[in-house]
């Protein structure tokens, strides 16, 4: 049985940390190890894991001397990982009981495939559902070459992945530099070597997030201009640079951002 290291990154979460940690703990695939890593958290994280360390050995805890991003935060625990996968929770984020068994069984019937997915069913701040990839999207493009796809909008959240271990060795880790969209810039760069497997199933259960103006021009928008230029000669190449950064710019016009965006993006490019 294939083995999967687990790493869910945290910082003051300890009030909502269990629901994540029960749902590994729950899984029906046995093989996996999971890597609390504490961002520096000062609230009481650390008393909460715990009991979870103390009562399975295969959870582990690593704290971290400061606060340096959630980037940072994974891809230490990708350098603390034993197993040859590797797959990323989050600690407000619950798994279904057999999440990772589904997408394990999708390596062991694709050994050519780098990076397998799921859906995830999210509820937004007022109280509307989200289905990630949406359901109006192609079935048949959600699996393959999903270079192109991720190029123009992301279908994958960090918490829906397991990736070959080979694969971010090869690729590259998370870019410390972002402070969000740091999973989609990562999972582009695996699709551009690696087919990607999908079970079309939602297996994540989420917590959807909305931010507000400022935090979007100075995080969302940022990185997204940020991905846009370290993309530029592919989004050219596919034809699909006129139509990305025209809808960013359309998203920055309707948060009241235009100008300040469309200054970032003037000097990334």
């Given amino acids: 049985m294939k083995q999967v290291s687990i790493i869910l990154p945290t910082y003051n979460r300890a009030h909502c940390i269990g629901r994540a940690l029960e749902s590994v703990l729950g899984q029906t695939y046995p093989a996996w190890e999971l890597l609390v890593i504490d961002d520096g958290s000062t609230d009481n994280t650390e008393e909460r894991t715990a009991a979870y360390t103390a009562s399975d050995g295969r959870v582990r ?9 959630v980037s940072a935060a994974r891809n230490e625990g990708i350098r603390q990982a034993r197993y040859e ?8 984020d619950a798994w279904r009981a057999d999440k990772l068994e589904k997408q394990m069984r999708v390596f062991e019937e694709s050994p050519e495939t780098g990076l397998v997915y799921c859906a995830m069913q999210g509820t937004r701040q007022d109280g509307s ?5 949406d359901a109006s999207i192609d079935r048949r493009l959600l699996r393959g070459n999903l270079y192109e796809l991720l190029l123009q909008g ?7 992945a397991v990736v070959r271990r080979s694969c971010i060795e090869k690729c590259g880790g998370f870019d410390e530099s972002l402070s969000c969209l740091e999973d989609w810039e990562l999972f582009l760069r695996i699709a551009e070597a690696y087919e990607i ?10 917590d ?17 201009c940020r991905m846009i230029a370290l993309h530029k000669a592919a989004l050219l190449r596919y034809g699909l640079f006129n139509r990305v950064t025209e809808r960013v710019l359309l998203m920055a016009k309707e948060a009241g951002v235009l100008q300040q965006v469309a200054g970032i993006l003037q000097n990334m490019l």
């Avoid at 805890?61 to 991003?69: I, K, L, P, T, V």
């Avoid at 079309?200 to 259960?205: I, M």
């Avoid at 103006?213 to 997204?224: H, L, M, P, T």
Wanted: glycine content about 8%.
């Fill in 154 to 160: 992301n279908v994958i959240d960090a918490p829906t």
């Fill in 129 to 133: 559902a989200v289905r990630i990839p």
């Fill in 197 to 206: 497997g999908y079970v079309d199933e939602a297996l994540v259960d989420s």
């Fill in 85 to 92: 996968y590797i797959a990323f929770q989050d600690s407000d």
């Fill in 61 to 69: 805890y690593c704290r971290q001397a400061c606060n340096r991003g």
């Fill in 208 to 224: 959807v997030h909305n931010e507000g103006v400022s935090s979007r021009v100075g995080g969302y928008f940022q990185a997204r």
